[in-house]
């Protein structure tokens, strides 16, 4: 049974920044993709198992990045020069056959999700 819990989320001022993390339990496949999406499911980053290929939505290039820790079965968002527009419940979610496209309904287990903040 997958499961995804992720945490980091908080309040912070706009141009600060965040690392949300997303840690996975029971993945069993060969070759799989983790994403972060916000907001009605909008997609943000995702990055995938088998080559470490990362892909970004046009909004948050160079300024957020995505990366695993294969030893923690974590997942990380990391989140620079956070502007109001950013605030959003963050979801990590996972596809079993390594599609790391924009399409959520391609993602079949979601987390429940961290609320990030950020104030003018």
């Known amino acids: 049974q997958v499961q995804l819990v992720e945490s980091g989320g908080g309040l912070v001022h706009a141009g600060g920044s965040l690392r949300l993390s997303c840690a996975a339990s029971?993945?069993?496949?060969?070759?799989?993709?983790v994403g972060w999406f916000r907001r009605e499911r909008a997609f943000v980053a995702s990055i995938r198992h088998i080559?470490?290929?990362?892909y970004y939505a046009d909004s948050v290039k160079g300024r957020f990045t995505i990366f695993r820790d294969n030893a923690a079965n974590t997942v990380y968002l990391q989140m620079n020069s956070l502007t109001p527009e950013d605030t959003a419940v963050y979801y990590c979610?996972?596809?079993?056959?390594?599609?790391?496209?924009?399409?959520?309904?391609?993602?079949?287990?979601w987390g429940q999700g961290t609320q990030v903040t950020v104030s003018k």
């Open positions: 979610a996972v596809s079993g056959s390594g599609y790391r496209g924009e399409d959520s309904n391609l993602y079949g287990y």
């Open positions: 080559d470490d290929s990362t």
């Open positions: 029971g993945l069993i496949f060969d070759n799989y993709a």
